[in-house]
């Protein structure tokens, strides 16, 4: 079991390139745990797919066009596009044996207090069931829709305001509960290693 550190834009752009539709049953859940970053061949097409921002932003440290940073399990990635720049914080988990992704996030801050982006779980889940998520052992929160299933996974919309994020700042994992095609119930753990800092690099960045 490993987390792999996503590669930039790869979950927000998929959404962005028009492909999403409503979401179809599917099948096939793993376990996983931490790894290295794997830079994507897409990135360019993927950041020239992301929105262009509506105001201009400070250049990247060095005058560099594209920035990728690792924070334990987290990954903080920026492409500077003209005056502008997209900046976001991610994790992908894989399977250890096969090597195939089980769980990816990524996660843009529109504003200091608040995180939005986009959770992908593996085929195979009661789509009707929608996702739970908590952190730690805190109180659940209520369930989310799961929005589309692409080819790299189906697709759940997330955002944080800020108590949660405060909350997750200090927490050590945010469980992700499922349930599975053939009515069990499933879990996967989002390791929050390194989330603050790389929290902290990303709305630094994004300014």
């Not at 944080?160 to 009515?183: M, Q, S, W, Y």
Request: charged share 15%; with cysteine.
């Amino acid at each position: 079991m490993m987390t792999r550190l996503l590669s930039p834009w790869l979950l927000l752009s998929l959404l962005a390139t028009g492909t999403a539709a409503a979401a179809t049953p599917a099948t096939g859940v793993g376990a996983t745990a931490p790894s290295r970053p794997k830079e994507s061949r897409l990135e360019l097409r993927l950041a020239q797919a992301a929105p262009q921002p509506a105001a201009p932003a400070s250049s990247l440290p060095g005058g560099a066009s594209s920035l990728q940073e690792t924070y334990q399990d987290w990954q903080v990635a920026c492409v500077q596009q003209g005056a502008g720049k997209h900046c976001a914080l991610s994790q992908q988990q894989s399977d250890s044996k096969s090597q195939q992704r089980v769980l990816s996030i990524e996660l843009s801050m529109p504003r200091p207090d608040k995180a939005e982006g986009v959770l992908i779980l593996p085929f195979g889940l009661a789509l009707d069931k929608g996702v739970i998520l908590q952190v730690d052992d805190g109180a659940p929160a209520p369930a989310i829709r799961f929005r589309t299933c692409l080819p790299v996974g189906c697709v759940v919309p997330i955002a944080f305001e800020a108590p949660t994020l405060a909350a997750i700042r200090k927490a050590g994992v945010i469980k992700v509960k499922v349930v599975a095609d053939n009515g069990s119930d499933a879990a996967f753990s989002i390791s929050l290693k390194g989330f603050a800092g790389a929290l902290e690099r990303t709305v630094a960045l994004a300014r």
